[in-house]
């Protein structure tokens, strides 16, 4: 299928950055061209872009799709409060259904919002319900189910054998990974290292190493986790991946708020990726990253808003408003300006998931994963004299997407999603989060 989108502006988030007035030609799942396209071009669809703004699809690289469904149901709490009271209880309390629920509810929002890409890690079981929903959506995304094979206070309906934990992880990826060329990826996806054991670990290094894929966890979010992980393996964090061999290229460690010299030069040298998750990290209280360090030493970062239960939602928008800004606070205006920010939304996420040949900006042969806004809003103007990409950062929101496009395929159209009944999914989530608390004992107070 051909799509043509006219006379629109363009940010291109090319190498030179440039904004451009023009139209954008996709051909099947790829941009074929990108500029001044000549009149009379034959395409299946036309969409007037005239006073509109085209962006490259936003690439998430931290959800949890599988806590959607706990929006509102952990608020208020610290971070292991969080988890061995509310979060764990009620993911050990999922179905196949309620698990299929809540990823769709997430990647409707998701999409809504203009996010076009994700990195996602499931819960124990069910995850095959979730990647069903992801085929189905037309999402891009790179996901896997979590692994849990350690830990006094993991529910029994969460623990792990070692061997079965690795086995069904490697059955997934051979199914799914590389699916409907390649837009659906397979990642292993330890939780973190106070609920993995070492035999674990270093399984999911050989794994990862063979069959080069990603491998997604969690690091250094909150002190007391730091503490737990020096008092059971006898170094910090970063550290101990760093000792067993997992600190390489194929790492995405979630959060990284709570580092060391040392670590920051293992994540700098071994090339692992970072996902900064601002929202997540204020409402747990968990602290703020040094963004602008971790960037000076050259590490990689991508921007995540983590999952529905701990920011209660997946907006790009509120991530790269609220990232810059606390920055400031902390470093002055000048840090982390808004372009820095975008690029994190966009190429630095597809970095992180090492698609950027693929995604993350508007060019020629490159994936069409592309947004289209119309920033006529009173909250969005003036524009005239305004940088576009600040407008974007600090002025634009999640309302005023109105078109997305993933793959070459359009999946909400004038705000309306494509390929999710957005009816079905309100209807089935509030059903199936009540069957998940009457099972989990969790009620509505701590």
């Known amino acids: 299928m051909k799509i043509l989108i006219k006379n629109v502006e363009i940010i291109t988030q090319n190498p030179g950055e440039e904004i451009l007035t023009g139209d954008v030609l996709v051909e099947d799942t790829r941009i074929a061209a990108v500029g001044q396209i000549e009149p009379g071009t034959p395409a299946d669809k036309v969409i007037d872009g005239t006073g509109k703004t085209l962006i490259p699809g936003f690439v998430q690289t931290h959800i949890h799709l599988c806590q959607t469904l706990f929006r509102g149901q952990a608020d208020d709490l610290e971070l292991m409060d969080w988890l061995r009271k509310r979060i764990w209880p009620l993911e050990a309390s999922h179905d196949e259904e309620s698990n299929y629920w809540s990823a769709l509810l997430g990647i409707g929002e998701l999409i809504e919002s203009g996010t076009t890409s994700l990195v996602d890690m499931e819960t124990v079981h069910h995850t095959e319900s979730a990647f069903n929903a992801l085929a189905e959506s037309g999402i891009r995304a790179m996901s896997g189910k ?3 094979d350690h830990g006094a206070e993991v529910p029994a309906g969460l623990f792990e054998d070692t061997a079965d934990s690795l086995d069904q992880s490697v059955q997934l990826l051979k199914k799914w990974h590389g699916y409907d060329g390649g837009r659906i990826q397979y990642a292993f996806c330890p939780r973190f290292v106070v609920s993995c054991t070492e035999k674990l670990l270093t399984g999911v290094r050989d794994l990862s190493a063979y069959y080069d894929v990603m491998v997604h966890t969690h690091a250094s979010e909150n002190r007391g986790e730091i503490a737990l992980v020096e008092a059971e393996r006898g170094m910090r964090n970063v550290q101990y991946l760093e000792h067993i061999g997992l600190a390489n290229e194929r790492l995405i460690l979630a959060h990284s708020i709570w580092l060391d010299e040392q670590e920051r030069q293992i994540l700098a040298q071994r090339n692992v990726k970072v996902t900064h998750c601002i929202s997540s990290n204020l409402k747990l209280s ?3 990253a040094d963004v602008p360090g971790l960037k000076e030493a050259g590490i990689i970062v991508g921007l995540g808003a983590d999952g529905a239960a701990c920011s209660n939602n997946l907006d790009m928008f ?11 606070v902390l470093h002055g205006p000048t840090c982390l300006p808004a372009r820095e920010v975008f690029k994190m939304a966009t ?3 597809a970095q992180v998931m090492r698609l950027e040949k693929e995604i993350g900006s508007i060019e020629v042969g ?3 994963d592309l947004v289209l806004m119309d920033l006529n809003q009173l909250h969005a103007f003036p524009s005239t004299g ?3 990409i600040s407008r974007l950062v600090y002025s634009a ?5 109105e078109t997305v496009i993933i793959n070459g395929r359009v999946v909400m159209e004038n705000h309306q999603l494509t390929t999710i009944d957005r009816a079905a999914v309100l209807r089935n989530s509030n059903e199936a989060i009540d069957r998940l608390l009457k099972r989990s004992g969790v009620n509505a107070k701590v």
């Open 366 to 368: 490159k994936r069409a």
């Open 397 to 401: 929101s999640k309302r005023d997407v």
């Open 146 to 148: 979590v692994m849990m």
């Open 347 to 349: 190429m630095g996420g």
């Open 318 to 328: 509120q991530e790269m408003r609220i990232a810059a800004m606390v920055q400031k």
């Open 286 to 288: 968990s602290g703020i």
């Open 386 to 388: 305004v940088d576009p």
